[in-house]
């Protein structure tokens, strides 16, 4: 089940976001994620966030943050990975939008494959002035956007 974030919900979240970040990142020094950690579960209260539910496990695997059509990050349990979550929450959000973009690190090889599986093309390559790491602009636009 996906639902919106809950201020409950937020000890949890936060802590995959940190997880996520410092395993899919490690080319950043884990220093960076645990610098960000406050003022991420700050920001976090006050953003368009949807977590991913295990009902059966009574417990969120995962979540995506939203800046209007800006995906500011879809983070899963790191035992929760490959089975289907992420993919689930990027159908949720295209659902509510025409047209999403979002900064993903080239080194992140795994995460862009999955966002160029599920339809977004590379639009511009950047430099993340907080880490210094390359990455790369993407955008998918649904069926009824106009070009």
């Not at 996520?20 to 976090?44: Q, T």
């Not at 599920?118 to 907080?130: P, Y």
Request: glycine share 6%; net charge neutral; aromatic share 12%.
């Amino acid at each position: 089940m996906i639902r919106e974030l809950q201020k409950t919900d937020i000890d949890t979240v936060s802590q995959i976001w940190l997880d996520a970040n410092r395993d899919a990142h490690d080319f950043i020094p884990a220093e960076y994620w645990e610098n960000n950690f406050l003022p991420v579960k700050k920001m976090l209260l006050q953003a368009e966030v949807y977590v991913y539910m295990d009902e059966r496990k009574n417990r969120i695997e995962g979540f995506v943050g939203l800046d209007q059509e800006y995906i500011a990050g879809i983070f899963v349990r790191k035992e929760a990975r490959s089975g289907g979550i992420g993919k689930a929450l990027l159908d949720f959000v295209k659902e509510k939008k025409q047209e999403l973009t979002l900064n993903v690190y080239r080194k992140n090889e795994r995460a862009v494959r999955f966002y160029e599986r599920e339809g977004f093309q590379i639009i511009d390559r950047t430099v993340d002035k907080s880490t210094d790491e390359k990455e790369y602009l993407m955008k998918w636009k649904g069926k009824g956007s106009i070009c």
